[in-house]
Each structure stands twice: as C-alpha cells, then as structure tokens.
C-alpha cells in the first residue's frame, strides 16, 4: 500500500504491517498500540495457538513422560499439558523449534531440526496467510478500527511473493531498520544469549557444513548446540538484512530503529509513520 502522509492521517480504519529483525522494537510498538483501542496481530502467537499447538504439546508430553511421576499421572488422566503461549511469552513455541547439536546438551538430531523447521516454515505461512481474514474480523467481530501486523523476524525468509503481495495491498508496509551500531548491538546481544532460529535450508546446510570443519567435527551430536547458534547468527543476521531491505522497497517504507525505540504512545507512533510517508 501506497499512501501520501495525509492520506494516512485521513484514513478511519488504519492497517499497518510492521516488519525487521528480531530485536528492533516491533512487539514493543504493538503493546502500545495493543492498550490503545488497536487490534494486534502477532504471527509468532498464531503460530503457537494455531499451527503449532499440537506439536509443541507432543513435544512436552513426551519430556515429560520420561518422569516417572508426570508419566503415572498422565497415563491415569489425572493431570492435563496445556500450551501457554502468550504475546509475550513465547518460550513453548522457541522450545519446539529447539537447537541443533549435542542432545545431552539439549540439542537436536539434525533429522528432528530439519522436521520442526519445516513445519515452523509452513505454520508461518499459514498465520501470514490468515492476516487478511483477522483484519476483517478485528473490526467486524471485535469492534477494533485499527490494525497492527506484527510479523516475525524470519518472515523475510518466505519465498511466497502472493503472501507479500496480499499483506502490502491490504496495509501499510513499515520496515524498522537497524543502524550499524544497532545492527552490531542486536548480534552481541544474540550471542550472548542464543537462542532457536529458523534457516532456510540451503542456508543452514551450507553453514553447518562450514561449521563442522572449521570445528573439526564429523557428527552433528558433537555440536554445542549455544555455540553452533552464536557462530551461526551473524551469517543469518547478514543474509536477512538485504531480503528485508528488498521487501521494503518494493512495498513499503522504512523508519530507523532508533526512531521506533523513541515511540512512547499512539501519537508519537502516528507521528513515526508520518515521517515515513513524507
């Protein structure tokens, strides 16, 4: 979508689409607006709730069977698993999609890796997909005249141009780019606390490979699985920055970072968007 800044301050019923890596401030931006008479979409929590669901309750069923205790009371109906992923906790749905290595460290067999990353992959899909739909439902069910998208940080990473269109034809399409020092600030922070990512696959095969000779290593379960994610991540942080940028200008438009982190209510996010339009 392609607006002039007057006729985004004119408009009744606003659809924003906020996108960039993960760090740069959008879940922020959405609990303002979330608490400000906006309906907030996130794709992380629709993943979890919809897509997901299933799996990530396998996942911890099976964890937990391994306990005698939780397995007796499982196995008589006498206790229930439940996900609880919220819009700001998103651990169960991170936990799932896990990290590669050493499964004594609690990493994954590359098998089970690639499994949960193909299915995150298409649960992404899917909650972009539904977009469209919850925008309707938003104002008609719910009574919200404006809309927030909040996407994930891999969403640069779909290869589905008819989703990109869909989302930029029926919003408007606001890119937070990170500065260098942002850029630098937001790989540190990864590294000092790795956590599950998605890959594309021809991306992870050819790191991993680059990996286990740098390393030295011939088997993925010799991997330490924090420390394959902290060598990993500036490689992914590099190779999503010019997939955003292109998203941004083919469809939207782009504020910094530093701009977004000043937003403090409804107004000044108004006033972010402004700018961006002008």
Same mark, same amino acid.
């Given at each position: 979508?392609?607006?002039?800044?007057?006729?985004?301050?004119?408009?009744?019923?606003?659809?924003?689409?906020?996108?960039?890596?993960?760090?740069?401030?959008?879940?922020?931006?959405?609990?303002?607006?979330?608490?400000?008479?906006?309906?907030?979409?996130?794709?992380?929590?629709?993943?979890? !709730?919809?897509?997901?669901?299933?799996?990530?309750?396998?996942?911890?069923?099976?964890?937990?069977?391994?306990?005698?205790?939780?397995?007796?009371?499982?196995?008589?109906?006498?206790?229930?698993?439940?996900?609880?992923?919220?819009?700001?906790?998103?651990?169960?749905?991170? !936990?799932?999609?896990?990290?590669?290595?050493?499964?004594?460290?609690?990493?994954?067999?590359?098998?089970?890796?690639?499994?949960?990353?193909?299915?995150?992959?298409?649960?992404?899909?899917?909650?972009?997909?539904?977009?469209?739909?919850?925008?309707?439902?938003?104002?008609?069910?719910?009574?919200?005249?404006?809309?927030?998208?909040?996407?994930?940080?891999?969403?640069?990473?779909?290869?589905?141009?008819?989703?990109?269109?869909?989302?930029?034809?029926?919003?408007?399409?606001?890119?937070?780019?990170?500065?260098?020092?942002?850029?630098?600030?937001?790989?540190?922070?990864?590294?000092?606390? #790795?956590?599950?990512?998605?890959?594309?696959?021809?991306?992870?095969?050819?790191?991993?490979?680059?990996?286990?000779?740098?390393?030295?290593?011939?088997?993925?379960?010799?991997?330490?699985?924090?420390?394959?994610?902290?060598?990993?991540?500036?490689?992914?942080?590099?190779?999503?920055? #010019?997939?955003?940028?292109?998203?941004?200008?083919?469809?939207?438009?782009?504020?910094?970072?530093?701009?977004?982190?000043?937003?403090?209510?409804?107004?000044?996010?108004?006033?972010?968007?402004?700018?961006?339009?002008?």
């Amino acid at each position: 979508m392609r607006l002039s800044k007057n006729e985004f301050l004119e408009m009744p019923n606003k659809r924003v689409t906020l996108l960039g890596m993960s760090g740069v401030g959008k879940t922020r931006l959405a609990s303002i607006l979330r608490n400000n008479n906006w309906f907030h979409y996130s794709v992380d929590y629709r993943i979890g !709730t919809r897509y997901l669901d299933e799996p990530i309750l396998d996942n911890i069923k099976t964890q937990a069977m391994q306990v005698p205790f939780l397995r007796t009371l499982l196995m008589s109906d006498s206790i229930y698993i439940s996900n609880n992923v919220t819009f700001e906790n998103l651990d169960p749905l991170s !936990t799932f999609l896990g990290k590669l290595g050493n499964p004594d460290l609690g990493g994954l067999p590359l098998e089970e890796f690639q499994k949960r990353q193909a299915l995150h992959l298409q649960a992404e899909i899917s909650a972009m997909r539904d977009v469209e739909s919850f925008m309707s439902k938003a104002e008609s069910i719910y009574g919200y005249p404006h809309f927030l998208n909040d996407v994930s940080g891999s969403l640069c990473e779909l290869d589905d141009k008819n989703i990109f269109d869909s989302i930029a034809n029926k919003s408007l399409m606001i890119y937070i780019e990170a500065s260098a020092d942002d850029q630098k600030f937001l790989i540190e922070r990864a590294q000092h606390s #790795p956590k599950p990512l998605y890959y594309r696959e021809d991306f992870l095969n050819v790191h991993l490979a680059r990996y286990k000779k740098i390393k030295n290593i011939n088997y993925v379960a010799e991997i330490d699985p924090d420390d394959f994610v902290r060598w990993i991540f500036p490689f992914l942080f590099h190779a999503r920055l #010019p997939r955003y940028e292109a998203i941004a200008k083919e469809y939207g438009y782009s504020v910094s970072a530093r701009d977004a982190f000043q937003v403090q209510s409804v107004d000044d996010f108004i006033d972010l968007i402004s700018g961006a339009l002008h």
